[in-house]
């Protein structure tokens, strides 16, 4: 509290005029601060964090239902040995499907009533536990509309008095009787999935490989709460959306690599035909074996395979066309290595790539002019204009694109955690490596808040102009680009994996980063640099898949940075021997789990099989964590303290009060 002769300078009284009108009287700022103090003691909420999704939509929307893992453990908590396991697995699975499972219990279940009564009380059970670290206006704001009333007088029952008792199995009975316990049920499972992640953490790589990346990006822009670390994938797609034509062919280019066009035509309605037409005009009598499309599962027909692997060859010639113009335009990038096309000596069927000689495996280049290699053929620039109209105008990939710029950033600090998706450039004697961007030299988080900046104005600057290609040409550097935090190695061997066979092309030399980043006074130093105080602070990073079935550790630097990218794609599973990690942070401390592979959302909703995850690691705290040891705390104590000026300054006469 102040004490008597404080003073406030005239900024601090025109704040606390402003202050006075949300809070016009003592009465009302001192209930405000006790309200506030009361938040600060409880339980910190449950953040997860998960990395490198992919497009795995069944895997990813099962581990949020299930929180993890979480909904699981307090099952088993609160019913202990009351319920056989089979119970217990059948409640589990009523809670992650609700509006399924009900049609399936309807179809087997002799008394309805009577699993309606048993099963509402063990599900408002679980929600007066998922619900009691959160104050009573967060958990009214979940609540869904329709039962909020009813929903709110069942969770705060306190069971003292029979004439109470009654009261609430009323409330049940009347529920049943009018047929709306379907209803019910489904409401409180999805509010025990709601609160059980307070805040959800994306570090980053939503997008390519698996087949519904855009389905993804739905349930994220109508989540609750979630921020997304953008990953080099994620950028990709968002300079397409600003119309990079290099970014535009490199999406295409790997949705048609996994057979996942769909993606692209029917979740986005970007109009391909124009590619396919030419592909098929161009490569009619080309096998295009290299482009053979990967992880199609037998779903594709022979004339739509063979259709895809001409388009894939198609649009990664346009590419390397479309990177030559960009790194002409920028030799700062230093990618002159990258130009490979007029490199190509097409009498004997070899490329000298940086002084090495190569046998190609294919030298069927109807498009490519020996004289002129980069340039665009006539049709291949009216298929581009096309494309990239549809790319500009998709409302669907416009809407993803913003929710990715509103809730999106290269990095994060919350809550003591460092959150970024790939790296930061780094020497081989572990500083800080000194970047030239935009002709300014920057290093550690000032390279990544100067990348952050031109990112954004890529896509937000007016179109057509010379400030938003430069934007955009570095937005695509930061995809394949040797310093960029979200890529990390010496170059992008894309060319050499599909026409050479000789696997020492392919070598991509990472950043000392990720060897060093084994190192605790590495991490340290990153922390610093962020303003973290290292002792007590972790980095949280994706991007290059844990080894685990090569004893790899994701945790790194004794406990100082956790590498949660664990292979949530399918495609990345045999490196992985897994099928992903969550990361699990709450009022206990830190907690990583790893889950094995998910069959499909069928077998789970049939057979009741949950994914099976296991505990990896741990990080007790051996007191409590509040919301007071939070970010959040943090500005709630900021409050607190201006709310304190604020009766000072009634209590001193400063400020006349208003209504009582």
């Not at 994996?497 to 092309?505: G, L, T």
Request: hydrophobic share 35%; net charge negative.
């Amino acid at each position: 509290m102040y004490s008597n002769g404080k003073t406030f300078t005239e900024e601090e009284m025109k704040y606390l005029q402003l202050l006075s009108e949300n809070y016009s009287n003592i009465d009302k700022a001192s209930s405000e601060i006790m309200n506030l103090k009361a938040i600060l003691n409880l339980p910190k909420g449950t953040e997860h964090f998960l990395s490198d999704i992919h497009g795995e939509l069944e895997s990813f929307r099962h581990v949020l239902k299930n929180a993890s893992g979480v909904i699981k453990n307090h099952i088993n908590e609160i019913f202990g040995v009351t319920l056989r396991d089979a119970e217990k697995k059948s409640l589990a699975t009523l809670i992650y499907y609700p509006e399924q499972k009900l049609e399936q219990i309807a179809q087997t279940e002799p008394d309805m009533k009577d699993w309606y009564k048993i099963t509402l009380h063990r599900l408002i059970h679980i929600c007066k536990v998922v619900s009691s670290k959160y104050t009573r206006s967060k958990v009214r704001k979940a609540l869904p509309k329709d039962f909020s009333y009813i929903i709110e007088e069942l969770l705060h029952e306190d069971s003292v008095g029979s004439d109470k008792q009654m009261y609430y199995s009323e409330i049940i009975n009347t529920i049943i009787e009018l047929y709306q316990a379907d209803r019910f049920v489904i409401a409180l499972a999805h509010l025990i999935q709601r609160l059980s992640i307070d805040q959800l953490h994306v570090i980053g790589d939503i997008y390519d490989r698996g087949p519904s990346a855009a389905k993804i990006m739905d349930i994220l822009s109508d989540y609750h709460s979630v921020d997304i670390q953008w990953g080099n994938h994620d950028i990709s797609w968002m300079g397409a959306a600003a119309g990079c034509q290099a970014l535009i062919c490199n999406v295409i280019r790997i949705q048609a690599r996994y057979a996942n066009l769909d993606t692209i035509e029917e979740d986005y309605g970007i109009n391909l035909i124009p590619l396919a037409a030419f592909a098929m005009d161009q490569y009619a009598n080309d096998p295009c074996t290299q482009f053979e499309p990967k992880s199609t599962e037998g779903v594709l027909s022979d004339k739509d395979f063979n259709m895809i692997a001409k388009m894939h060859k198609a649009i990664s010639i346009m590419q390397w066309k479309a990177e030559a113009m960009i790194i002409k335009r920028h030799p700062e990038f230093h990618m002159q290595n990258r130009l490979l096309l007029d490199k190509i000596d097409f009498e004997k069927g070899t490329i000298d790539i940086e002084g090495t000689v190569y046998k190609m495996n294919d030298m069927n280049f109807p498009t490519i002019d020996p004289q002129n290699p980069y340039a665009f053929t006539k049709e291949e620039e009216e298929v581009m204009a096309k494309i990239k109209s549809s790319f500009v105008n998709s409302e669907k990939l416009q809407a993803h694109t913003r929710m990715l710029f509103a809730k999106g950033s290269m990095y994060k600090i919350f809550n003591s955690n460092l959150l970024f998706h790939g790296c930061i450039p780094m020497n081989e004697d572990g500083s800080l490596k000194t970047v030239t961007f935009q002709g300014r030299k920057y290093v550690g988080r000032s390279y990544l808040d100067a990348v952050e900046r031109s990112v954004r104005e890529g896509y937000f600057n007016k179109a057509h102009t010379e400030a938003k290609r430069e934007c955009m040409d570095l937005t695509w550097y930061l995809w394949c680009g040797e310093d960029s935090p979200l890529f990390g190695k010496k170059k992008m061997t894309t060319f050499e994996r599909y026409f050479i066979d000789d696997k020492a092309s392919h070598e991509e030399v990472k950043n000392p980063y990720y060897s060093l980043r084994n190192d605790q006074s590495v991490c340290e130093n990153i922390l610093a640099e962020f303003g973290l105080l290292p002792s007590r602070s972790h980095i949280i990073n994706g991007h290059v898949p844990v080894k685990v079935k090569k004893g790899e550790n994701p945790i790194k630097a004794n406990g100082r940075m956790i590498v949660i990218d664990g292979g949530f794609a399918k495609a990345y599973q045999k490196q992985t021997g897994i099928a992903g990690y969550t990361l699990i942070y709450n009022s206990h401390g830190l907690i990583l789990v790893s889950h094995e592979p998910f069959e499909s959302t069928d077998v789970a909703i049939a057979q009741e099989k949950d994914i099976l995850s296991s505990t990896v690691a741990l990080q007790y705290s051996q007191e409590r964590i509040r919301v007071r040891d939070t970010d959040i705390g943090k500005n709630i104590q900021k409050n607190i303290n201006d709310l304190e000026k604020l009766l000072y300054a009634y209590r001193s006469g400063m400020i006349k009060e208003r209504e009582m």
